[in-house]
């Protein structure tokens, strides 16, 4: 999501599949999506993504259950600067994996159900 742009879809992904013949799309959506949709092909039943709470703003790092931070050991000591904490309320988190995105739609929709983002071209260009 970028606050500054006012984008309500942001992810990073997508393309043919790897080795492993999945390719993980993950990304954040704003706070005006109320549905986001995966179209593998066009024309094809479209698969709703759920969409999982993100860290508030200014709170600290989410750890899964049962996985610990790294050890202090683990982080490099050399300041990176001043870090600006963009998150914004009300955004939310997704992934996916699926085995092509080169012909796929990724569709945001608002509570009215009207189209507010495509990342389609995004996707299907990797």
Known sequence: MDPVGGRQLNFGGGGPGGTS?????SGQVGPQVARLVFVPVEGTKAIDVPLLPAPRPGSGP????GHLPLPPSAYDPTPS????DRRVDGARNFAIAVTRTDHALLLAYDAAGHLIADGGEKLRMG
Do not use: D, K, M, N
């Not at 013949?21 to 799309?25: D, F, I, M, P, Y």
């Open 81 to 84: 600067g001043h870090l600006e």
């Open 62 to 65: 989410v750890y899964a259950p």
């Open 21 to 25: 013949g999945l390719v993980v799309v």
